[in-house]
């Protein structure tokens, strides 16, 4: 079955720095990845979606990066504030079809020290 | 947006007593619902598939006649936890897929559901 590891469950960035999050996974590629942002208490917010044949995306201080080769994503947070941190889960969508729900890593909880 | 409404937030309940957890769509349809259980410092793990009008699918290991699912409209799927245990604390999160847009997943907020 799919496996899939966030680089660390702890991440400490200074404020105004790059925050970059890495996802990888066993299997065979998905047809879409996913970002996730979640808060303690709360169920996840969506934050970003890349396609088995992009090389990457972006949204404003967001970008995210997929290479099938390697089986990797990186999510990347440019000028980080307080306000990022928060638990960022990395999410396959296996046939984008709707029907399957996803397959969620751990998380990455990010720390952004002012 | 779309939006994902899930009642309650949090219950308390005596163990072998049965919980019942509404998943709302506001503002669109959903012929399909996730539902999902977060134990803590764990990742979201798939439960079952809400289907409207059919019998849900779970996953594997799942209890089904434990985690009671109906999804008898387009806009509400219920998950029913029945005889509660302990172990079946966790923090219960629905979701559905808006039929257009971004092809990202709705979350509801989640239930924190605690067996005494």
């Known amino acids: 079955s799919q496996k899939i590891e966030q680089n660390s469950e702890a991440l400490n960035i200074q404020e105004g720095k790059t925050a970059t999050l890495t996802c990888n996974y066993t299997n065979y590629s998905p047809a879409y990845l996913q970002w996730y942002r979640q808060d303690p208490g709360r169920g996840p917010v969506f934050l970003l979606l890349i396609r088995e044949n992009e090389k990457e995306k972006r949204k404003e201080r967001l970008k995210v990066t997929f290479d099938t080769t390697l089986k990797q994503s990186l999510f990347h947070i440019t000028a980080s504030q307080p306000a990022d941190s928060a638990t960022y889960l990395c999410?396959?969508?296996?046939?984008?079809?709707?029907?399957?729900?996803?397959?969620f890593g751990k998380g990455t909880h990010l720390i952004i020290q002012p | 947006g779309a939006v994902v409404s899930q009642h309650p937030s949090r219950v308390i309940c005596k163990s072998g007593t049965s919980v019942k957890i509404e998943c709302r769509s506001l503002d669109f349809q959903a012929t399909t619902m996730f539902w999902y259980r977060q134990f803590p410092k764990q990742s979201l793990m798939l439960m079952a598939t809400?289907?409207?009008?059919?019998?849900?699918?779970?996953e594997q290991g799942v209890e089904k006649d434990k985690f009671l699912i109906n999804h008898a409209s387009l806009t509400l799927s219920t998950l029913t936890v029945t005889s509660a245990h302990p172990e079946d604390s966790s923090f219960y999160i629905c979701s559905a897929r808006p039929p257009t847009g971004n092809y990202g997943y709705t979350f509801g907020s989640g239930t924190r559901l605690t067996v005494v």
């Open positions: 999410a396959l969508d296996m046939d984008g079809g709707g029907a399957d729900g996803l397959t």
């Open positions: 809400s289907n409207e009008g059919s019998k849900a699918t779970y």
